[in-house]
């Protein structure tokens, strides 16, 4: 039974992986992320979230060096080329999640909370929507093409607008602080994962074929996105040109995509062009921020 293959991949496979993923979800409901004083809850530990985030970062590794000793080298890059691109889109999402939150008006808490549902409902989601991805990839070659357009799309929305936020819904944009029920507030992180699952998808699934790949390498990404949300939470807002290298990112993925069956990129240099992107993304972002702390001194 245990040696029954399940998309490729052994079931034992399947149950091991979603094991550690539970361990590693209950750990982190259990983690203190937020600072208590006098039993008064206060501001996010952001030392405590930057150590689990890179706990995950090196978790996700061990699980890229196993799949190449178990599958080879190409599905392990694979991995890691899908990880990189879901964990560079989920930081659009924590800027949603923290517009979402200050519009609700809602405690860290409460924050907390509403993130780990959202984590768990993330997980079902993926499942299905690479379900029927590579299901239509592999019965239909033309989807590919589809999911090309869809990238290029999202990378033009993100390249025109003036910062993340002009890619937001109005509903989004336009919530008021005050009192709402926490099942709302779970309810508004899932849409908005499923609306950023659109895009993210069909990037990773422009880098791997592989179900177990893809979808290990989401759900790898989705397990830190709690813990590094309030890691970057007080950061957010300082990078300037967030949409700028997403929107490249979203859009070399694209090109990979559409021109896939005339012009082959190897995934060692996928990976280089995209650690560049991002590299030249953040570098901008810190001399962008320091030049304007230095303008609001004068």
Not at 64 to 86: C, D, H, M
Not at 238 to 262: D, N, P, S, T
Request: hydrophobic letters at 55%.
């Amino acid at each position: 039974m245990l040696n029954r293959m399940i998309a490729g991949a052994p079931v034992l496979w399947w149950i091991g992986f979603h094991a550690a993923v539970l361990v590693l979800i209950v750990i982190d409901a259990l983690l203190p992320h937020s600072r208590t004083r006098n039993g008064i809850e206060g501001e996010p530990d952001t030392k405590l979230a930057w150590l689990w985030s890179l706990f995950m970062a090196l978790a996700a590794g061990g699980f890229a060096f196993w799949l190449n000793l178990e599958k080879g080298r190409q599905p392990a890059l694979e991995f890691v080329s899908g990880y990189t691109i879901e964990t560079s889109l989920s930081i659009d999402n924590l800027f949603v999640f923290l517009i979402l939150f200050c519009g609700f008006g809602i405690s860290h808490r409460q924050q907390r909370l509403a993130l780990l549902w959202g984590v768990g409902g993330a997980i079902i989601l993926r499942a299905i929507f690479i379900g029927l991805g590579v299901s239509l990839l592999d019965r239909f070659e033309w989807v590919s093409y589809v999911f090309g357009a869809i990238l290029l799309y999202a990378a033009w929305r993100l390249l025109k607008g003036s910062s993340t936020a002009d890619v937001l819904p109005a509903w989004i944009t336009n919530l008021q602080k005050g009192s709402h029920s926490l099942l709302f507030v779970i309810i508004a992180v899932e849409a908005t994962d499923l609306l950023f699952a659109v895009d993210s998808i069909p990037a990773v699934l422009a880098v791997s074929r592989d179900p177990f790949v893809v979808y290990t390498s989401n759900i790898a990404a989705i397990l830190g996105l709690r813990s590094l949300y309030f890691a970057l939470s007080g950061l957010l807002d300082r990078l300037h040109y967030l949409h700028y290298g997403l929107g490249a990112l979203l859009a070399f993925v694209a090109l990979k995509m559409l021109l896939a069956h005339w012009i082959e990129i190897p995934t060692v240099w996928s990976l280089a062009i995209m650690a560049a992107i991002l590299g030249v993304c953040g570098v901008l972002s810190i001399f962008a921020g320091k030049k304007q702390a230095k303008t609001k001194t004068h």
